[in-house]
């Protein structure tokens, strides 16, 4: 696979589920982002985690990443229909520029009320 | 919130023609970006632009692009003799500056550039 792959590819789930998403690389990284896109809108930054750090916590949102399979995981929990969007990890390979990201071809969810 | 905003949201232009797609990034950012999805690819960095020069581009940006910062709020994308491949999503971003303040980029909705 290529650099930031998503699975699944798309997530249909009802509104107070948990949505897992996963994400896997190839390369070292720098750190491991997660983006959201609402339909016809812009990437909106969600969480970072970096390479030295293994969990991390936003609101509803918990990332964790596991550099020794090189992959990443983003849980949503009790989701709700505005939920509904394309995630996409993003990967700043190590040594790399902070801003050049690497962008998964995202996961689909969509939160039925 | 401060957002960045694109025009126009949709461009249509014949093949051989010139584009420019206009973005207003956030006012107090310092580093500016395009980057491009094409419909059913991955989101791909094209350009990086600070102190009025590109600091980094990818092997996509070739001669055929440009970018400017013409007065002190707009960030252009120019492509000067446009082909069918460059149908796709073009995203202009932004964000503060230096070191960790550059991890976190805020993107524009994207204009949505269709050549025939």
């Known amino acids: 696979s290529q650099q930031g792959e998503e699975d699944p590819q798309a997530l249909s789930i009802q509104e107070g589920e948990n949505a897992t998403m996963n994400c896997s690389y190839k390369?070292?990284?720098?750190?491991l982002q997660w983006y959201r896109q609402n339909s016809g809108r812009g990437l909106v930054h969600l969480i970072l985690i970096r390479s030295n750090e293994r969990e991390k916590h936003s609101g509803r949102l918990r990332v964790t990443l596991d550099t020794s399979k090189k992959s990443s995981s983003l849980l949503i929990t009790a989701s709700r229909a505005a939920d509904t969007a394309s995630y996409f990890c993003a990967t700043v390979k190590r040594g790399g520029s902070n801003y050049k990201l690497t962008f998964g071809k995202g996961t689909l969810l969509t939160v039925n009320p | 919130e401060p957002e960045v905003t694109q025009t126009p949201s949709h461009q249509v232009t014949q093949m051989g023609q010139e584009v420019i797609l206009r973005c207003v990034p956030i006012s107090n950012h310092l580093y500016f970006y395009w980057y491009r999805q094409i419909l059913g690819q991955k989101v791909e960095f094209l350009v990086s632009f600070y102190n009025n020069e590109i600091s980094e581009k990818s092997e996509i940006f070739d001669d055929q692009f440009s970018v400017e910062r013409p007065d002190g709020s707009n960030f252009t994308l120019k492509i000067r003799s446009t082909k069918l491949e460059d149908s796709a999503m073009y995203f202009c971003?932004?964000?503060?500056?230096?070191?960790?303040?550059?991890?976190?980029?805020?993107f524009g909705s994207g204009t949505q550039l269709s050549v025939l």
């Open positions: 971003a932004s964000s503060p500056g230096q070191g960790r303040t550059n991890e976190k980029l805020f």
């Open positions: 390369t070292s990284i720098n750190n």
